[in-house]
C-alpha cells in the first residue's frame, strides 16, 4: 500500500500551503485546525482494526498499555496479570465501562508509523513518537490538562469534540509537567469536532481536554515531538554536577 504522508508529512497532516505559516507563525504559539473533509485520508496508517489485532494478539507488557478514564481513577493493577503482561480479559471489560485504551510509543509495534515518525523527524528538530487513543462512545479518557510537548493529533476514525483554553505555562520545559489542582483552566478559547482525516496541531502548555462524539468510538494518533532545548541541556548538566 503506498504511503502518501511520507513524501511530504507535514504537508499531508496540514496542508502544503500552510507549512510555510506553520513554522513562521504557529509553531509553539497557538493552535490549528485543520478539516481536511477526506474521511480515508490516513488510511493505511491505522485502523480499528490493527488496534485490535495488537491489544488481542500481541502480549503487550506494563507500559506498552494504559487505560484511562476522567470519570474514575485506574491503577495498573486493575488490567495487569502478577507476571507484568496485559490481561486482556479485564482491558476489555473496563473499555466496555468506558476507559480509553491507549497503545504508548505505538510506533514501535506498528511499523507504519514507525516510518511516519521517522519521516516527520526530517522536518521538526526532535524526536518524534506516537501514542494511540481508542475511546468508546460518550466517553473521556483524561481531564482538562496540558502537555509539556507539542503535539500533532491525527484523527483516524470516529470524532472527538475538543476544548481548548488559555495556557497557565508558556511554552513549559519538559520538567514543568501538568499539576492537577495547581493548574486550573483558564478561559475557554476554541472547541472543534475532529472527525477521521482531520487534524490539529497543540502547543505545548495549552490546557485542553477531549470527548467522543456521536455514537462510535474514537481513535486518534497523538504525535508528540519531544525538542531538546538549551535549557533542557543546561538542566541536565546541573543534575549530574549536583549529583
Known amino acids: ?3 502518501p504522508w511520507l513524501d511530504d508529512p507535514l504537508g499531508y497532516l496540514i496542508g502544503a500551503e500552510r507549512v510555510g505559516d506553520f513554522f513562521a507563525r504557529i509553531y509553539e504559539s497557538e493552535a490549528l485546525v485543520v478539516h481536511h473533509k477526506q474521511p480515508k485520508r490516513f488510511e493505511g496508517l491505522l485502523s480499528i482494526d490493527a488496534v485490535d489485532r495488537l491489544v488481542t494478539n500481541v502480549d503487550l507488557r506494563e507500559g506498552q498499555l494504559d487505560l484511562a478514564d476522567a470519570s474514575r481513577r485506574l491503577m495498573r493493577s486493575d488490567y495487569m496479570d502478577a507476571a507484568g503482561y496485559v490481561d486482556r480479559g479485564a482491558v476489555a471489560d473496563h473499555h466496555r465501562g468506558g476507559a480509553t485504551i491507549i497503545l504508548q510509543q505505538a510506533h514501535q509495534l506498528e511499523p507504519s508509523l514507525g516510518r511516519f515518525c521517522r519521516a516527520l523527524e526530517h522536518v521538526f528538530p526532535a524526536h518524534v513518537q506516537t501514542n494511540l487513543y481508542l475511546t468508546p462512545p460518550n466517553a473521556q479518557g483524561f481531564k482538562t490538562h496540558y502537555d509539556n510537548h507539542c503535539v500533532l493529533v491525527l484523527q483516524i476514525a470516529g470524532e472527538k469534540a475538543w476544548r481548548l483554553y488559555e495556557k497557565p505555562v508558556d511554552t513549559p520545559f519538559r520538567g514543568e509537567e501538568f499539576e492537577l489542582g495547581k493548574h486550573q483552566p483558564r478561559e475557554l478559547k476554541h ?11 497543540v502547543p505545548r502548555g495549552l490546557m485542553h481536554d477531549a ?6 468510538p474514537s481513535l486518534h494518533v497523538t504525535v508528540g515531538l519531544i525538542t531538546r532545548t538549551w535549557a533542557d541541556l543546561m538542566l541536565d548538566a546541573v543534575s549530574e554536577v549536583a549529583l
Open 191 to 201: 472547541e472543534f469536532v475532529l472527525k477521521a482525516g482531520d487534524c490539529a496541531y
Open 1 to 3: 500500500m503506498s504511503e
Open 211 to 216: 470527548m467522543t462524539s456521536g455514537t462510535e
